[in-house]
């Protein structure tokens, strides 16, 4: 039977390695900080024990359970020790120990430490050994955390590598609907799912997604213009593909509909200075919209736009003050061109 990779490793009452009977036979290595240390660090004697006898396995290159409950000790003072999970790593592989039992034990520690690089590798290791049969039960893992911080980098990129190393896709477009629906404003999981329309192999590409998703996303656009997140989804949903992107008239038909009711709204500016600047022949509507936008503000530049793009940097220099020197830049670069 395959050793636990955690029994052992709490205790009601802690007992220094010093005294256990077990560990007998070590003899503890301290840290070496050199004969006249700058600034010494004050460890905790706990902590400076538990290391000590740590160090003694780890230099005698000791594969044994012992080894194995000491390093979780050295975890459980500090999980971000790099050496200790590589060292456990290595025991965890020469034990035969039982990996699915390292993931509850991982599992425990990530709940309290989600941010910490060196739990997330350790998981990711373990998942590659036990194989697509894990790939579930990460994904309720990674849900769970997300659960508590939505921007978690670490949950997302582990949760990205199970779908595209051991699989899960069947419900992932689902949860981003979840996620969109709690929180439209939540950017990593528009990121998701663009991720899920382009890499799922039960979608069929994003040239089969594309105008469900389209749909979608002029929804979300108006439902909460000032939002910023759909409408660059809403581009990348045409990437590398502006003819298609220019032709489609729900683009600039949403940005109409939002500058009707918020002329200062800089995504659809901005999305439509973009189509008109591959080729996009405004209606006449869209023009006048524009004019109308333009002339609404009394201290305006009376200076004559050139066409529409340039009326349109007018309207962003005095919408987005932040950028204003870049639209002039853009306004100035458009006009030396026509």
């Avoid at 049969?133 to 997300?146: G, P, Q, S, V, W």
């Amino acid at each position: 039977m395959a050793p636990s990779s955690t029994s052992s490793e709490a205790s009601d009452e802690w007992l220094p390695p010093s005294r256990r009977p077990e560990l007998a036979d070590v003899v503890p290595v301290t840290q070496d900080d050199g004969p006249h240390p700058v600034v010494a660090i004050a460890y905790r004697d706990e902590f400076r024990e538990v290391m000590d006898y740590f160090r003694a396995l780890y230099f005698a290159g000791e594969r044994s359970v012992r080894a194995l409950h000491l390093t979780a000790e050295v975890i459980d003072l500090n999980p971000g020790n790099y050496t200790v999970w590589h060292f456990r790593r290595l025991v965890l592989e020469a034990l035969d120990a039982d990996l699915r039992e390292e993931m509850d034990f991982v599992d425990r520690i990530a709940e309290c430490n989600p941010k910490n690089y060196q739990i997330w590798h350790h998981k990711r290791w373990l998942a590659e050994k036990l194989g697509p049969d894990i790939a579930n039960k990460e994904h309720e893992f990674t849900r769970k955390i997300l659960s508590m911080d939505a921007k978690n980098y670490h949950a997302w990129s582990h949760r990205q590598w199970v779908l595209q190393a051991l699989g899960g896709w069947e419900t992932e477009l689902q949860y981003c609907n979840q996620l969109l629906e709690e929180d439209v404003f939540n950017n990593s999981a528009w990121n998701q799912r663009y991720l899920v329309i382009t890499s799922s192999p039960l979608l069929g590409g994003l040239a089969a997604m594309r105008d469900s998703e389209v749909d979608y996303t002029v929804g979300a656009i108006l439902a909460i213009p000032q939002n910023e997140s759909p409408w660059r989804y809403l581009k990348g949903l045409y990437k590398g593909e502006n003819n298609l992107l220019m032709a489609d008239e729900r683009i600039s038909d949403v940005c109409l509909k939002v500058l009707k009711h918020d002329s200062t709204c800089v995504f659809a500016l901005s999305l439509l200075l973009d189509l008109l600047q591959i080729g996009l022949q405004p209606s006449d509507e869209l023009k006048g919209t524009i004019e109308a936008i333009k002339n609404s503000d009394p201290e305006a530049d009376e200076a004559v736009d050139a066409d529409l793009a340039t009326a349109i940097c007018s309207i962003l220099q005095r919408c987005d003050p932040l950028r204003i020197n870049y639209w002039s830049w853009y306004r100035t670069t458009i006009s030396s061109q026509t």
